[in-house]
């Protein structure tokens, strides 16, 4: 069984603190995988909720479902963009959302990047996630 090493590289370069809950970059091999923004809706379109944290939720499982139709698992994401409505409901909603992120995507944090934007296009959407991955060839 190949590795997660095998097939890609985090980027730490020396001196520099460790983020966490994420990586600084990450050089990978194998099958590119983009996905749209994912927003906290379920199959149908519909919002089962307005909470910020049960919306993430929805999203990164639709993140991995959509992922899982190329072959891809959790752990081959490399990037996720985050865009939020709130810097402050985020940073408020720590502790929940890593127990959320966790507990769909494991322990595997790739790089990512939050965003605060005026509005998303969904208006019930509090959260809209878009994520690169690399499969393994």
């Known amino acids: 069984m190949e590795k997660l090493e095998d097939r890609w590289q985090v980027l730490q370069p ?3 603190k ?3 809950g994420y990586v600084n970059g990450i050089a990978a091999k194998g099958r590119l995988v983009f996905l749209a923004g994912m927003v906290g809706w379920n199959r149908q379109g519909v919002f ?5 944290v049960e919306q993430t939720q929805q999203a990164l499982q639709n993140i991995v479902e959509t992922l899982a139709e190329a072959g891809g698992k959790p752990e081959h ?6 865009f939020i409505l709130s810097k402050e409901e985020y940073l ?3 502790e929940a959302l890593g127990r959320v992120y966790r507990q769909i995507m494991g322990r595997h944090y790739p790089a990512m990047s939050v965003v605060e934007v005026r509005a998303l296009i969904e208006d019930r959407a509090r959260v809209e996630i878009e994520a690169t991955a690399v499969i393994p060839e």
């Open 14 to 16: 020396p001196g520099w």
């Open 77 to 82: 994401i490399v990037r996720l963009t985050w």
């Open 18 to 20: 460790a983020p966490k």
């Open 92 to 94: 408020a909603r720590l």
């Open 48 to 52: 089962e909720s307005d909470d910020f």
